[in-house]
């Protein structure tokens, strides 16, 4: 008899009840969030639910390290792609856009994570850091020095490099809300998103890369072969 490749039964509901709690303590937090809500969105009981996760602080944490883990494993992937250290960067950096406009619930969970660390709440974070975060950041780190070695990219501070790509990024979107009362168009529109994602590979490909002209060409390949996300505006449509 041939043994089937498919998801056992009992493991699909654990994903489903993450996926479920992602987007419900993404919405409402911690405190806010409802377990029985999650059961419903997720198809199970609240019994199974407790099967896997003791409480709602452990489901939490579980659906923290899971996202997180999802996504430090795709930035790996880009970082250990077979092309130069200058485009595996711009590829990183792109990356890094797409998953801020595209992956809201895992933003709006970090983004509350933070402040429980901040406040001294947090247990998960130093667990995150460690398993997920860590990771990824020393192996960016390492392809930025490995670019300015083999002197594709400027020879400066590895750590601006890596503050000044990635930072951009983050005001993008931090701002967006006091930006669309400044100006006359939404900066999480389409044609906007189109327009900085493109601007922002041209601005990286001429500032951090010796030979400007490699750098442009770089960055108009990396922008033809990472299109947006299709699934991006999901969440906003459908809000």
């Not at 809500?37 to 709602?56: E, G, P, S």
């Given at each position: ?14 994903v ?74 711009l ?8 998953r ?69 990024n ?12 400044m ?57």
């Open positions: 008899m041939a043994h089937s490749s498919a998801t056992p039964e009992p493991d699909k509901s654990r489903r009840i993450l996926q479920a709690a992602i987007r419900e303590f993404s919405e409402h937090g911690l405190a806010g969030a409802r377990t029985s809500a999650i059961a419903a969105a997720a198809q199970v009981n609240k019994a199974l639910l407790y099967y896997y996760f003791r409480d709602k602080e452990a489901l939490y944490g579980a659906a923290l390290e899971a996202v997180a883990t999802s996504v430090a494993e795709s930035a790996l992937a880009v970082l250990d792609m077979k092309c130069s250290a200058g485009e595996r960067l590829r990183f950096v792109l990356q890094h856009f797409d801020i406009l595209s992956q809201q619930g895992f933003q709006a969970l970090m983004q509350q994570e933070m402040v429980r660390f901040r406040d001294g709440q947090s247990g998960a974070m130093s667990i995150l850091a460690k398993k997920a975060f860590e990771p990824m950041f020393h192996r960016a780190e390492q392809i930025v020095q490995e670019g300015i070695r083999a002197g594709e990219l400027c020879r400066v501070d590895h750590m601006q490099i890596m503050y000044a790509a990635l930072g951009a983050v005001f993008y979107f931090l701002s967006s809300p006091m930006l669309r009362l100006m006359s168009v939404d900066p999480l529109e389409g044609s906007a998103i189109a327009e900085r994602r493109r601007l922002s590979m041209e601005f990286l490909g001429q500032a951090i890369f010796t030979d400007r002209r490699h750098g442009a060409q770089l960055a108009r390949h990396v922008l033809a072969t990472m299109p947006v996300p299709e699934h991006a505006f999901q969440e906003k449509k459908t809000a």
